[in-house]
């Protein structure tokens, strides 16, 4: 899909920043699935395929509408840095915070910014502590969202997407994962549209190693 066939919904400040012209498939996909308009959305799609350029997109389409916040939730702290790096870079015209310390506190300081990058125990915290900017919450993301499935992990992940759907009542949920074994039924219980493709950059040969030697399917 051609970036110019949508330019009438994408805010302008966003539309400047893609700096390309053809969308990838999935994101193709994610854009006849409602991304523009507002809806949830689970994306299950190969690594490298373009799904965080989604949520980009869902996030900023939001904050430069002024209708509310980012929150963006990955599974650990070191990627919660990469990604708070990545953005602060790629958008520096936007408040960028990376919320991953002490979990016994509410960060009230939180509420002067854009975007927030954190993990699923912080942000529990945040919750149970009532953090005054959740509420000005208008996008969720979910990264690595099937560690739902995690016996350590998933248990919070999935209370805090539950409470948060409960709160932010208007806000856009998008999820995301490379792999994933029930799409269907987790999009049922995200409310959100499920989008699906195995396009990839690089073409995925599986094979055989021994002796030496590699035989591919």
Request: net charge neutral; hydrophobic share 40%; glycine share 6%.
């Amino acid at each position: 899909m051609k970036i110019s066939l949508v330019k009438d919904k994408i805010h302008p400040n966003l539309f400047k920043k893609l700096g390309f012209e053809t969308f990838r498939p999935a994101q193709s996909k994610a854009i006849n699935s409602g991304l523009l308009e507002g809806k949830n959305l689970l994306i299950c799609t190969p690594t490298a395929s373009g799904k965080t350029l989604v949520a980009e997109i869902a996030m900023l389409q939001n904050i430069y509408n002024n209708k509310g916040k980012g929150v963006y939730i990955v599974p650990l702290k070191a990627l919660a840095s990469e990604k708070y790096e990545y953005f602060k870079e790629k958008y520096p015209d936007l408040k960028v915070a990376l919320s991953i310390g002490d979990t016994d506190s509410s960060d009230s300081y939180l509420d002067k910014f854009d975007i927030i990058i954190t993990v699923s125990e912080k942000l529990d915290s945040l919750i149970r502590h009532k953090s005054a900017f959740l509420r000005y919450v208008a996008t969720v993301v979910v990264d690595e969202v099937h560690l739902l499935n995690d016996p350590y992990r998933g248990p919070t992940v999935e209370i805090v997407i539950t409470i948060l759907r409960q709160v932010l009542k208007k806000a856009q949920f998008i999820a995301l994962s490379a792999t994933i074994g029930n799409p269907k039924e987790l999009a049922e219980w995200l409310d959100a549209n499920l989008v699906i493709d195995d396009w990839r950059p690089v073409k995925l040969h599986q094979g055989i190693y021994q002796e030496g030697e590699i035989e591919f399917y």
